[in-house]
């Protein structure tokens, strides 16, 4: 079935953007899931189709309005549209690999990107709109954002991936950072290669990639590793 994505933005031509090329672009021409990008200004007010304007309560910046946000998607969202509605904002919920899952697991997505200082707040309730961050830093608008958790969905998509890639061996997929790569040659500029990677020996690099895996999350994110370690204590994953 195909998953269809919807954009509502003041730069349509965003969009697809890098997702027309390589693994998503190939998908896209196969038919696995489409992309309309929409120009929130086309429901403007006015002569100057305007979207903005100054905050109550004065403050730098604009906010768009709500009643040209709710016109623009009404005009793209059909009555029922089982899609989730998405507001990309740095004051949403951190977006995660289980969202993409359960994202790409459905018939699509709409997103609403925000430019200037966001949305009005009473289009976000009224819309039912979930909001998302992709991470603590604020971008410019909601459009590089949309990019990347599109990008974070598509590729979970059935077929979509070759069978190379192994969503289990991934980072996050385990609750873990994956483990370091190496290919040929086996000695590059005096750096060999970890020895146990050319023995043969399967169960020793499994046993040596799991404690890469694990050392890498401990260092790096203890938020990740307390979490794991927590999975772990209540058995929720199985012991290795
Ligand atoms: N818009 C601006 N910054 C953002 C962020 N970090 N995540 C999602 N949308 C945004």
Redesign the pocket.
């Known amino acids: 079935m195909t998953w269809h994505a919807t954009v509502l933005t003041l730069f349509p031509e965003m969009f697809p953007g890098p997702l027309g090329l390589s693994l998503a672009g190939r998908a896209r021409d196969d038919g696995l899931w489409t992309l309309d990008a929409h120009d929130i200004r086309a429901h403007g007010l006015g002569r100057h189709r305007n979207v903005d304007d100054t905050p109550f309560g004065g403050g730098a910046g604009m906010v768009m309005r709500p009643d040209v946000i709710s016109t623009a998607i009404a005009a793209h969202r059909p009555e029922g549209d089982p899609r989730p509605l998405i507001y ?3 004051r ?1 919920r951190l977006f995660s690999q289980a969202d993409a899952e359960r994202f790409a697991s459905g018939p699509g997505l709409m997103l609403l990107c925000g430019r200037y200082e966001g949305l009005d707040q009473r289009i976000i309730e009224a819309s039912g709109a979930e909001e ?4 603590d ?3 410019s ?2 459009e590089p ?1 949309a990019l990347v958790l599109l990008d974070a969905c598509l590729r979970l998509l059935p077929g979509v991936m070759g069978g190379a890639e192994s969503a289990e061996e991934e980072s996050f997929a385990g609750g873990l950072l994956e483990y370091p790569h190496y290919t040929r040659p086996a000695e590059w500029d005096g750096r060999p290669v970890p020895p146990v990677l050319l023995s043969g020996d399967h169960g020793a690099i499994s046993a040596w990639r799991r404690a890469q895996a694990e050392d890498t999350t401990r260092l790096r994110r203890p938020d990740l590793w307390a979490a794991h370690l927590s999975r772990r204590i209540s058995g929720r994953q199985s012991p290795q």
């Open positions: 990309l904002t740095p949403g998302i961050s992709i991470g830093y604020v971008l608008g909601g954002a």
